[in-house]
């Protein structure tokens, strides 16, 4: 099953809601292609070099032991190793489809099939000028355990690098090594880790199509995940010095915004854009 995101009578976004993947992949909904209001892609899924990045998508690696990211989980003292502990995040029911909207609820279940997490997401687009569009993502993580569930990554679990990776992740295409940038930061080394309002990637797309992608919407304990170098990904990490908790009784709120726009936008541009909002 795939749903689409309109704009302004364009397709945007397709969203993959049923994906036929091996379960080693992380099976779970995910948004591919991304495009630009041009038509320039800005999502890569399934690529030779990590083939569980799924466009944009949320995924954990270490839900209470369940490794719902895909490929191998980072195991303390034995570093990636392959385990059956892969589960899955599936639709379970529609509350409302538009043109510019979907609003589902969903499932995190472990190897077995146990439900760890119940979600509700909501995935808005909306115009943002002639040349952008802003993508919304909320998602409210509930436990279905009757407990407490935590959230790790590799580095809550030993592995050494600022690999705190899990969460809203984006996996970008890029020709050649795109640019990284916050308010007061610039390239790989010193954005990843970082807890800036704001983080942008400018990369040339498939055709020579530039694009800028800004994302914000870190929520307490979050901070951004980045590569450029060996992949461009961006991703809003939960777990990336300790592990998160979804405390039972009490739902995790991630509200996670993305521009998406043609050309290159520098600093003072992006700042400008942050500044009008939607519209």
């Known amino acids: 099953m795939t749903e689409c995101l309109v704009v302004a009578g364009a397709e945007v976004a397709r969203y993959v809601v049923h994906p036929d993947l091996d379960a080693r992949h992380g099976r779970r909904p995910y948004l591919h292609p991304v495009r630009t209001r041009a038509g320039t892609p800005v999502t890569d899924a399934l690529p030779a070099d990590h083939v569980w990045h799924l466009g ?20 303390r003292d034995a570093g990636y190793t392959w385990r059956d502990d892969h589960g899955v995040i599936t ?7 538009a043109a510019d909207r ?78 990284v940038f916050t308010g007061d930061a610039e390239g790989e080394e010193a954005v990843n880790g970082s807890a800036a309002p704001w983080l942008a990637l400018t ?7 530039a694009y800028t992608l800004v994302f914000t919407g ?16 961006v991703c809003v990490a939960y777990a990336f010095e300790r592990p998160a908790v979804v405390a039972a009784g009490r739902p995790r709120r991630n509200r996670h915004r993305v521009l998406v726009a043609d050309g290159r936008l520098d600093r003072a541009a992006v700042t400008d854009r942050l500044a009008t909002g939607p519209g």
Do not use: C, I, M
């Open 56 to 75: 944009a998508s949320l995924a954990v690696q270490d839900v209470d032991g369940a490794n719902l990211w895909g490929g191998r989980t980072y195991v």
């Open 91 to 97: 639709h379970t029911g529609w509350r409302a489809r």
């Open 102 to 179: 979907l609003d589902h609820d969903l499932e995190w279940r472990d190897a077995a099939g146990r439900p760890l997490l119940r979600e509700r997401r909501r995935l808005a687009a909306t115009p943002a000028g002639p040349d952008a569009w802003w993508l919304d993502v909320d998602a409210t993580l509930t436990a279905a355990t009757g407990r407490d569930v935590h959230l790790g990554s590799p580095a809550t679990n030993g592995r050494p690098g600022g690999a705190g990776y899990g969460g809203f992740f984006w996996r970008a295409v890029a020709d050649g090594e795109p640019e």
């Open 203 to 209: 990369g040339s797309g498939p055709g020579d199509g």
């Open 218 to 233: 870190l929520g307490p304990g979050d901070r951004w995940f980045v590569r450029t170098a060996r992949y461009p990904g």
